[in-house]
């Protein structure tokens, strides 16, 4: 290969090497795998919201047909060594209610679990948990998280004595002296709507035990294997080298598989109590409550600035929903948006609250975004309102407050290490012709037309690729944000590049195949990505917070650097020279002034024979890289939304969708515009259709795919994809995480545009997600 | 149990089944043919849906037993000597899928709306494909697969 060849894979739109087992049905998801003898669990689930058990009863459960064993709560508190984590406390005095896998005195929302049944098929497990009789006391139930708060408010865990969870707090600046000095202020309130993931395939579970061993193999349709061993290690007290978890294919996540289940717990245990393969599938209205929620959070913000607009200050208070438990990450999900309300705006003084607060509702935790979709969507909401009462236009009130100089410290602290925001707001100006859709709207103003038009811009700005392990610690979760990777090249010149991180549809392999191949010089189909296995992947953190290009990326990049360092070693000694002597392009290496060369591939024949490397030198050629990130990954960019809102029925039609994203160096063009546009259409539909509802009792009403809006095709429209690049700063890849900006971005673009258009009825604000009915009533009320 | 005789991928298979089995664990668990995927129990997100005597159906909203006689092609009969069917093909070239586990349904119910109407428009496309659920692409890209699958036909 000629030296001077570069980046052969990095930047091309490479089809990915993850789809032909996908498209053909050899993929193998957590319902395909089957374990000889293994018998099967059902979950047997509160019908209340708040109820005090009274009684279980098993004895017709225990004599149905093929039914092994059945069990309450009570009956396994010896199974337990702890119970299930939370690895967030975000503040030193947080109330921790503790969350054992099956519920003992009290079932804390409808779909708690207080029983399981474990029977010889799937029907018989799910029959036999229909024989088993619980006895409730109803308890009154609270799903407002406002009202949870109230003196009257009934309480989840009465060891706690209050619903309150905790209270955390993040002030810098002058934010008091700012807001009093201000000449112009907004304040606005915001409900984010609770979503209810739905990855197209449910959670499900498999434990084999090796009983004499007291070896336990778990397949999980999880994003976390391995942070899933360590914790099932602390619930169960099975020891952590005796624990192996493989995620196998796995049919999304979006945070909703980024959780440490109550489901997993059980199996494990089980599977050591009754010595036989278990195997847990969950069905999906079950998983409307047994599966973790998202957002749920009130937001009041207040915005300070000066008479010709320049923003100085933001201030926030956050009520937000833990649900009945906390889960994984519960208390930490709107921390994660804290750093982030003063958007990419140059404001000085910033002063942010939050209070969690428990709930009789399913947990919430980490959804697509988790935190900064929050924060992206008030920020950007409230600019709009500031721009109404100064009456300029949207566009340069944003322009003029925009961070310009990179790295750039915000008021809440952290660094941007680079971005050009005005960069993407200016092509997707152009993209969309603003002028343009600005004179149509005026046109159809005039003339009274029935349908009537909006613009609404998001110009954002968000913190992924989680995260600096010190800032980590410093903010009290328990765990670090490093990756590892472990690059291994065979005799015959493949390489197995073995991740951390766990995919469930990014295209991870295809993506770490093209960085590996251009540093190693070698064909893509000759780099083998493995992931997702305990026994066979260095130590890892797995993926969310869209880490795992931008962390576990980074640390197989600097793995193969350490394989190249050594090639070069084995080379120069081949070649008689010194290191200094070779020049390394693309995995060749050549000795200077001469067209002798050699490859790495080559030098890892020779390190695998080891019948000539330099003394004392290890044979093989292999290396594991861990990468504690510098910084957190900072993405932005403009989202233009252009609505069609129907007067007479309150409909609303995306016109155009004009998304410029700023996401540094790309690998795979043709993978990251997927993300992108698949987290739009999320994002879009927590703005036009996605809300979970409860009743007054605390039942969800929105509990399956017949009543929650899950949009279709039919329903979204095509969005225009296109890209800035500012390079990262602080990585050697220069990239930037892309998995989650567009469900940041994309519902106060849509929103925006919404109360763009409804602006001259005096309608300003629709509570998402904006329903026909709700756009109609609003107005209908206005007039 | 009844006596049920499938034509599944061109292979008959003689089963007795249950009466309450659902056609989609008749394939699944009776023929191990996995690749059709459970998503739902409501018959709203159509990862199981197959072709019965060539039209699309969602297999989780039929019993075996309403199978008897017929013809059915799953994601597994599709591809031919290990080339890919031009819809497979379509969606791997445009990224059409990323988790995969909607695109066996989404595939077959693609190519059941081509058989039904050879040149769709991008409306069209979105319309005829509304009763199956994607949530990792956007379906921006599945519509383009399917143009793409539409004019290579």
């Given amino acids: ?783 | 149990m009844r006596r049920v005789s499938l034509a599944v991928n061109g292979v008959r298979h003689e089963l007795d089944l249950e009466p309450r089995e659902l056609l989609v664990y008749v394939l699944r668990e009776r023929l191990g043919l996995t690749g059709t995927n459970v998503g739902c129990d409501t018959s709203s997100c159509g990862a199981c849906t197959v072709l019965l005597n060539g039209e699309s159906v969602k297999s989780c909203t039929l019993l075996g037993v309403q199978a008897d006689g017929t013809e059915l092609t799953t994601i597994e009969g599709l591809a031919d000597n290990g080339t890919l069917h031009p819809m497979q093909q379509a969606f791997h070239e445009q990224h059409g899928l990323q988790c995969g586990y909607c695109t066996p349904g989404m595939v077959l119910a693609a190519i059941s709306l081509l058989a039904e109407n050879p040149d769709p428009s991008e409306d069209e496309i979105r319309h005829g494909l509304e009763g199956n659920l994607c949530r990792c692409t956007g379906y921006q890209n599945i519509v383009k697969a399917v143009r793409a699958a539409a004019a290579v036909a």
């Fill in chain 1, 1 to 783: 290969m000629a030296v001077s060849e570069q980046q052969t894979y990095v930047g091309s739109p490479v089809a990915r090497k993850e789809d032909p087992e996908l498209l053909t049905g050899q993929a193998r998801f957590i319902d395909d795998i089957v374990i000889a003898g293994m018998v099967w669990m059902a979950v047997v689930r509160s019908p209340y919201a708040h109820a005090r058990i009274l009684s279980v009863d098993l004895t017709a459960a225990r004599e149905a047909e093929g039914v092994v064993a059945a069990f309450a709560g009570a009956d396994l508190s010896d199974q337990w060594a702890g119970g299930l984590p939370c690895a967030w406390p975000v503040t030193e005095d947080i109330k921790l209610a503790t969350h054992w896998p099956l519920a003992v005195d009290k079932a804390r929302y409808a779909g708690d679990g207080v029983a399981v049944v474990i029977a010889e098929s799937r029907a018989l497990a799910k029959d036999a948990a229909e024989l088993v009789h619980v006895e409730y006391e109803q308890l009154p139930a609270v799903s407002n998280v406002e009202a949870a708060l109230g003196d009257d408010a009934p309480i989840l865990h009465d060891e706690l004595g209050t619903n309150h969870c905790y209270t955390w707090k993040l002030e810098a600046g002058e934010s008091e002296r700012l807001f009093a000095e201000a000449a112009v202020t907004v304040k606005e309130r915001y409900y984010q709507n609770r979503l209810i993931p739905n990855a197209i395939e449910p959670r499900g579970v498999i434990v084999q035990p090796v009983p004499t061993q007291g070896e336990y193999t778990m397949w999980s349709a999880t994003q976390i294997p391995h942070i899933l061993r360590t914790t099932l290690t602390l619930v169960t007290g099975i020891s952590e080298a005796k624990l192996r978890i493989i995620a196998p294919d796995v049919g999304g996540g979006f945070g909703s598989k980024l959780d440490v289940y109550a489901e997993e717990a059980l199996c494990l245990a089980l599977a050591r109590k009754l010595g036989r393969p278990i195997k847990w599938i969950e069905e999906r209205s079950e998983a409307y409550v047994a599966t973790i929620h998202g957002r749920d959070v009130v937001q009041e913000i207040e915005l300070a600035a000066t008479a010709d607009g320049t923003i100085t200050a933001v201030r926030v208070r956050l009520t937000a929903a833990m649900g009945a438990y906390l889960q994984l990450v519960t208390p930490g999900i709107p921390i994660l948006g804290a750093w982030l309300y003063g958007g990419c705006y140059a404001v000085q003084g910033y002063d942010f609250e939050c209070v969690g607060v428990y709930t009789n509702t399913t947990p919430t935790d980490a959804y697509r975004g988790a935190g900064r979709p929050e924060a992206t969507y008030a920020i950007e909401r409230a600019v709009d309102a500031l721009a109404r009462k100064l009456e300029v236009d949207p566009v340069e009130l944003r322009r003029k407050n925009f961070i310009r100089e990179f790295p750039a410290t915000i008021a809440a602290g952290l660094t941007i290490d680079s971005g050009d925001y005005e960069a993407s707001l200016d092509k997707a100006l152009a993209m969309v012709d603003y002028e343009g859709v600005r004179a149509e709207q005026a046109e159809r103003r005039e003339r009274g037309d029935r349908k009537q038009l909006g613009i609404g811009f998001s110009t954002y700005v968000e913190m992924c690729g989680l995260a600096p392990s010190r800032i980590l610690g410093a903010i009290r979760y328990v765990a670090g944000g490093w990756d590892a990777a472990t690059i291994r090249f065979l005799p015959t010149g493949t390489v197995q590049a073995i991740v951390g991180t766990s995919p469930h549809g990014q295209g991870h392999v295809t993506t770490f195949s093209q960085v590996v191949a251009d540093r190693l010089g070698v064909p893509i189909e000759a780099v083998e990505v493995i992931h997702g296995d305990t026994m066979v992947s260095p130590l890892g953190m797995d993926t969310y917070g869209s880490r795992s290009l931008t962390v576990g990326g980074v640390s197989l990049w600097q793995a193969a650097d350490k394989v190249v360092a050594k090639a070069k070693s084995i080379v120069a000694h081949q070649f008689e020279v010194d290191d200094a002597d070779l020049r390394e392009a693309n995995g060749t290496f050549t000795l200077a002034g001469t067209d002798k060369t050699m490859t790495v591939a080559e030098a890892a024949f020779a390190a695998w024979t080891a019948h000539n490397l330099p003394d004392g030198m290890e044979p093989g050629l292999e290396a594991t890289a861990v990468y504690d990130p510098a910084n957190f990954s900072w993405p932005g960019g403009t989202h233009i939304a252009v609505v069609e809102v129907d007067t007479e029925t309150g409909s609303v039609d995306i016109r155009r969708y004009v998304a410029v994203d700023d996401l540094g160096v790309v690998v795979n063009p043709m993978i990251v515009d997927g993300q992108v546009a698949g987290g739009i259409a999320q994002g879009v539909a927590q703005a036009l259709f996605e809300e979970a509802l409860y009743d007054d009792e605390a039942n969800l009403l929105t509990s399956n795919m017949v009543t929650y809006m899950v949009p279709s095709a039919a329903e979204l429209p095509k969005f225009e994809i296109d890209r800035t690049e500012t390079r990262a700063t602080d990585n050697p890849l220069g990239v930037k995480g892309v998995g989650e900006t567009g469900t940041i971005a994309s519902p106060p673009a849509v929103m925006n545009a919404l109360a763009d258009a409804l602006s001259p009825f005096g309608v300003f604000d629709i509570a998402m997600p904006a329903t026909p009915e709700r756009v109609w009533r609003a107005l209908e009320e206005a007039r």
